[in-house]
């Protein structure tokens, strides 16, 4: 059974950071693109950054420069490292992983979706 545990959401003051990781297991991912999208309440899921098998990046361009996605193969983990956050970040943030090699916004486009790990970001 595949799941995806995502783990380090919180409350923080705005300007400050947080680092999600995702933990996956069941199979492994290594030739999977990896993704994290969030839901702010009465708001659609959007994406927010996607990491290829060859580690190539892609954000969104209300994260760019304040975001950066990794991933450890060896631990089957993605990463999001979030600085400078602003009270609009606020929202559930979901880890998923592709279909593909590489990914992209598209939600359709990820099989295998976390529970979500709460991000709160105070004034």
């Known amino acids: 059974q595949v799941q995806l545990v995502e783990s380090g959401g919180g409350l923080v003051q705005a300007g400050g950071s947080l680092r999600l990781s995702c933990a996956a297991s069941?199979?492994?991912?290594?030739?999977?693109?990896m993704g994290w999208f969030r839901q702010a309440p009465g708001k659609e899921r959007e994406f927010v950054a996607t990491?290829?098998?060859?580690?190539?990046?892609y954000y969104a361009d209300s994260v760019k420069g304040r975001v950066t996605i990794s991933r450890d193969n060896a631990k089957n983990t993605v990463y999001l490292q979030m600085n400078s956050l602003k009270p609009e970040d606020t929202a559930v943030y979901y880890c998923a992983a592709s279909n593909f090699a590489v990914g992209n916004a598209d939600r359709g486009s990820y099989a295998y979706w976390g529970q979500g790990t709460q991000v709160t970001v105070s004034s």
């Open positions: 990491i290829s098998w060859k580690y190539t990046t």
């Open positions: 069941g199979r492994t991912f290594g030739s999977n693109a």
